[in-house]
């Protein structure tokens, strides 16, 4: 197989409005740690693939689409060709249009600086291109927890340590990368720092530990010698960092924490790398499937009028928003768009990657599903922002924020219909078959 690796520097270069959480009021205030997006171009002769990771909360299909256009003009690359992936930090800036709602600055110029340097770092990999071996390890890590905890009073954020995780770390090594997989929230870090969160650090610490290669890296930030770990966000959506104070509460930094929980995972990713691992080798398939997921039944007039009391304003701005399309005589959306990539290395690697914020269920399902695989399971592929969340069928009894409490932070008019899981199964194993 030949491989190659590039980066580029995606710290926002001023001030900008920060996404991940609606509380936030005004514009970021420094940096605790540079964002970066990379790059791993793999090509067996025959296929390419480009996985990209970012230091980003996620992307929407405008990003998407100019990042693909970009790299089917100067590569030739199909869209099935690009996995498109966000660590989902809380800690980065705002990029997504429908959000406008919640984060209503978006920096055009650092957008368009964006597609540039992810375009140029995934052209760069593809330059730097040598043949290299690849080897797949699994290892096991209990820093997430579950948020999602039953209370007299409904579903709460709060920690449960009785509900589900998914505690494996799949590590697939490819020449001088190193890429990670794990499913839990990067929300260690609030404030109004920009920074990476915790898949920073356990990457910086990685890169740390690796001898240093003997090829150059490059991309729009200059050359770079080094190895380069990437981080792949699993299906994470209702799992936190086990970053819990005195009250039995999940906590906010210290950026001390957020360090810890990158250490622990970049500990089981270093033991993993120098532990047993299993040979990756073979032909690159990729494969796709747009769809789109059934939203409920948008509201009714009495229903969006009561919101218009509501203590949360961002559930206010919903309402005046559905009030308008009704007396406009417009219609609702239905449904959200929604992607499955999947791409496989001959017999031996198959990388599943979801768009939207998948709840941690369905993602040990799918691992259930291809046990006989080695496997990496990812979420907050591609338009994450527009999928947003996905819970598990067996949870639309309980609601919750995963289920039914954050549709209205993007003007959906509904939350998603409880067969969005089914559909994305369907679609899951139709791509693998």
């Not at 409005?17 to 420094?30: K, L, P, Q």
């Not at 060709?81 to 980065?92: K, Q």
């Not at 006989?372 to 598990?392: E, F, I, K, N, W």
Request: proline share 8%; charged share 20%; net charge negative.
């Amino acid at each position: 197989m030949n491989v190659g690796i590039a980066r580029a520097r995606i710290t926002p270069p001023r001030p900008v409005w920060m996404a991940g959480f609606a509380a936030r009021d005004h514009h970021s205030e420094g940096v605790y740690q540079d964002l970066f997006a990379k790059a791993l171009a793999l090509d067996d002769g025959e296929n390419r693939a480009a996985l990209i990771t970012t230091d980003l909360l996620f992307f929407d299909d405008i990003l998407q689409q100019r990042i693909e256009a970009r790299l089917r003009d100067s590569l030739g690359l199909q869209p099935r060709e690009i996995i498109l992936t966000a660590s989902h930090t809380h800690c980065g800036p705002a990029l997504v249009e429908r959000q406008r709602p919640v984060y209503p600055d978006l920096d055009e110029e650092y957008l368009a600086d964006l597609v540039t340097r992810v375009g140029g770092a995934v052209e760069a990999a593809f330059a730097g291109l040598r043949e290299a071996p690849l080897a797949f390890g699994i290892g096991t890590c209990d820093m997430g927890v579950n948020r999602r905890l039953t209370t007299p009073d409904g579903v709460v954020m709060q920690p449960n340590p009785d509900g589900p995780t998914d505690p494996q770390v799949a590590v697939l090594r490819a020449g001088d990368a190193v890429v990670m997989n794990y499913a839990c929230h990067p929300t260690t870090m609030g404030g109004y720092l920009i920074g990476g969160d915790y898949p920073g650090f356990a990457q910086r610490i990685i890169e740390q530990l690796m001898p240093n290669p003997s090829g150059p890296r490059g991309g729009p930030s200059g050359s770079q010698r080094g190895a380069q770990a990437m981080f792949v966000q699993g299906c994470g959506g209702d799992v936190k960092p086990r970053n819990v104070g005195p009250d039995g509460r999940f906590q906010s930094g210290p950026l001390e924490a957020v360090e810890r929980c990158g250490r622990q995972l970049a500990d089981v990713v270093w033991s993993t790398l120098n532990g047993p691992t299993q040979p990756v080798d073979g032909p690159i398939a990729t494969r796709r499937a747009d769809f789109e997921l059934p939203l409920a039944d948008p509201p009714t007039r009495a229903q969006a009028e009561a919101a218009l009391d509501d203590s949360n304003p961002f559930r206010v701005k919903w309402a005046k928003r559905m009030l308008e399309i009704m007396d406009g005589g417009g219609e609702f959306d239905r449904a959200r768009p929604a992607m499955v990539q999947v791409l496989t290395i001959g017999e031996t690697f198959t990388l599943v990657a979801l768009s939207g914020e998948i709840c941690v269920e369905i993602g040990l399902r799918i691992k259930r599903l291809l046990q006989d695989r080695r496997l990496m399971v990812a979420g907050y592929a591609g338009p994450a922002a527009l999928t947003s969340y996905v819970a598990p069928t067996s949870r639309f009894s309980e609601g919750g924020y995963e289920v039914d409490g954050n549709y209205f932070y993007a003007l959906w008019p509904a939350p998603l219909r409880p067969d969005a899981e089914e559909m994305i199964i369907e679609k899951v194993m139709g791509l693998v078959a």
